[in-house]
T-cell receptor, first 109, second 113 residues
Framework: EDQVTQSPEALRLQEGESSSLNCSYTVSGLRGLFWYRQDPGKGPEFLFT???AGEEKEKERLKATLTKKESFLHITAPKPEDSATYLCAVQASGNQFYFGTGTSLTVIP | DAGVTQSPTHLIKTRGQHVTLRCSPISGHKSVSWYQQVLGQGPQFIFQ???????GRGNFPDRFSARQFPNYSSELNVNALLLGDSALYLC????????????FGDGTRLSIL
């Protein structure tokens, strides 16, 4: 069964304290893995797409990596404005999309 | 440039009624997808349309249907509403129907009484 699992469910960090969010997946024929950020009351905001194992993408304090079974979103020296829910999604070969339940990140000043 | 726009932003219906939600994609985007997001959960995929044809379907009952118009805008229709249909309905657009990034609107909040 195709599924996406994100961990931890919630994460509290001090400002400047780096950490990683995990997205593990089982899917038939991965076409792409996507990371999004979602703020309360808003739609998800696109961050990264990864297509193959070994691929990495970076944007400001965020870095996404991909292996054959999981993806990590590394947050370096986070700031309070990085507080949000981070969602991982995969696209399967049947053109279906599967989202995880997200990691709620709180960065404390 | 305008992002993905959805209407209405909020809607209240009663059980058994029908609802139509609307979505306008980003200019130049030809693919539209619909998702249902229940509070505290990730979005669940309902449909993807590309060039007016259905390209993907999630595990939702036949009460859910959608279509895409020549200008690439889209409608999601839900018949015989149930209490469990209360959710945030999100629309996302992408350049094409492949594995391109999807860009989301802020959704329609549907409440069923």
């Amino acid at each position: 069964e195709d599924q996406v699992t994100q961990s931890p469910e919630a994460l509290r960090l001090q400002e400047g304290e780096s950490s990683s969010l995990n997205c593990s997946y089982t899917v038939s024929g991965l076409r792409g893995l996507f990371w999004y950020r979602q703020d309360p009351g808003k739609g998800p905001e696109f961050l990264f797409t990864l297509y193959s194992a070994g691929e990495e993408k970076e944007k400001e304090r965020l870095k996404a990596t991909l292996t054959k079974k999981e993806s990590f979103l590394h947050i370096t020296a986070p700031k309070p404005e990085d507080s949000a829910t981070y969602l991982c999604a995969v696209q399967a070969s049947g053109n279906q999309f599967y989202f995880g339940t997200g990691t709620s990140l709180t960065v404390i000043p | 440039d305008a992002g993905v726009t959805q209407s209405p932003t909020h809607l209240i219906k009663t059980r058994g009624q029908h609802v139509t939600l609307r979505c306008s994609p980003i200019s130049g985007h030809k693919s539209v997808s619909w998702y249902q997001q229940v509070l505290g959960q990730g979005p669940q995929f309902i449909f993807q349309y590309y060039e007016k044809e259905e390209r993907g379907r999630g595990n939702f009952p036949d009460r859910f249907s959608a279509r895409q118009f020549p200008n690439y805008s889209s409608e999601l229709n839900v018949n015989a509403l149930l209490l469990g249909d209360s959710a945030l309905y999100l629309c996302a657009s992408s350049l094409e129907g492949g594995s391109r990034p999807q860009h989301f609107g802020d959704g329609t909040r549907l409440s069923i009484l």
